[in-house]
């Protein structure tokens, strides 16, 4: 008898096995993947330009970033010196596995404590495709709206952490912090949230801070299982 599986099962399922892979691969490594996501344009690339200034020469931090077009946010984190490669997608509106499988390729040989992945503008597609990260990042601006979270669960409930951003344009759109944050705790009671500005570099600490806690824990996590 053959059984009919919807094609979108299908895909998602092939993804979950690369993706699990890539889990296997990233935790051999002693790497910690973060995989952020957000609607276009909500400051992705500008808040890890932000981040990578930060690091020293010595970390040992990558950036994959996708886009379905051009390679614009490649050049602009190349300028920090950490490998960084562009996926682009085409018309594809998510980062999959495979996509991550094969960028990894070249740095097969390549120390990377910290991988960062820039998925596509989209707050809706990128939530269902795991990349085998270790937490999904959710970036919400001030301009977007406090219901986002209500209108999108699905990208609120699975991450880790939602980052607001820009609140130095809170004084100029009509956007309650306030609300923002209980939306998102309506559909994740335990979500992270930090607000930052890349424009003033207010709350940048915070996320430093965040970044540096949950690579202490992977690096605890890791040493008990001997890799
Ligand atoms: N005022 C203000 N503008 C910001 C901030 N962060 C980013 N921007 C601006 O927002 C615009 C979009 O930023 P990007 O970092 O390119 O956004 P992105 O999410 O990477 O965009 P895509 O990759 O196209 O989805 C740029 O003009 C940034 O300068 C911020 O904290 N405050
Ligand atoms: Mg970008």
Same mark, same amino acid.
């Given at each position: 008898?053959?059984?009919?599986?919807?094609?979108?099962?299908?895909?998602?399922?092939?993804?979950?096995?690369?993706?699990?892979?890539?889990?296997?691969?990233?935790?051999?490594?002693?790497?910690?993947?973060?995989?952020?996501?957000?609607?276009?344009?909500?400051?992705?690339?500008?808040?890890?330009?932000?981040?990578?200034?930060?690091?020293?020469?010595? +970390?040992?931090?990558?950036?994959?970033?996708?886009?379905?077009?051009?390679?614009? +946010?490649?050049?602009?984190?190349? !300028?920090?010196?950490?490998?960084?490669?562009?996926?682009?997608?085409?018309?594809?509106?998510?980062? +999959?596995?495979?996509?991550?499988?094969?960028?990894?390729?070249?740095?097969?040989?390549?120390?990377?404590?910290?991988?960062?992945?820039?998925?596509?503008?989209?707050?809706?597609?990128?939530?269902?495709?795991?990349?085998?990260?270790?937490?999904?990042?959710?970036?919400?601006?001030?301009?977007?709206?406090?219901?986002?979270?209500?209108?999108?669960?699905?990208?609120?409930?699975?991450?880790?952490?939602?980052?607001?951003?820009?609140? +130095?344009?809170?004084?100029?759109?009509?956007?309650?912090?306030?609300?923002?944050?209980?939306?998102?705790?309506?559909?994740?009671?335990?979500?992270?949230?930090?607000?930052?500005?890349?424009?003033?570099?207010?709350?940048?600490? !915070?996320?430093?801070?965040?970044?540096?806690?949950? !690579?202490?824990?992977?690096?605890? !996590?890791?040493?008990?299982?001997?890799?």
């Amino acid at each position: 008898m053959t059984t009919v599986v919807p094609v979108e099962k299908k895909v998602l399922s092939e993804n979950q096995r690369i993706a699990e892979e890539l889990r296997q691969g990233y935790a051999k490594r002693g790497t910690l993947c973060l995989n952020i996501i957000s609607s276009p344009g909500s400051g992705k690339t500008t808040l890890l330009e932000n981040t990578l200034a930060g690091f020293s020469k010595q +970390d040992k931090v990558a950036v994959l970033t996708g886009d379905l077009q051009t390679e614009n +946010d490649a050049r602009r984190l190349a !300028r920090y010196g950490f490998p960084v490669q562009q996926i682009v997608t085409g018309t594809v509106c998510h980062l +999959d596995g495979r996509m991550i499988e094969r960028a990894l390729q070249p740095w097969s040989s390549t120390e990377i404590h910290l991988l960062f992945i820039e998925n596509v503008g989209n707050l809706v597609c990128p939530s269902s495709y795991d990349l085998g990260e270790e937490a999904k990042i959710v970036v919400l601006s001030v301009t977007e709206g406090e219901d986002k979270p209500l209108k999108y669960p699905s990208i609120f409930s699975k991450a880790a952490l939602m980052i607001l951003t820009k609140i +130095d344009l809170l004084p100029y759109v009509p956007f309650s912090l306030e609300q923002a944050k209980a939306n998102a705790r309506q559909v994740h009671p335990g979500i992270e949230i930090i607000e930052v500005s890349c424009l003033t570099g207010e709350g940048l600490d !915070r996320w430093q801070q965040w970044l540096a806690h949950r !690579r202490a824990t992977a690096g605890q !996590r890791m040493a008990c299982a001997g890799i």
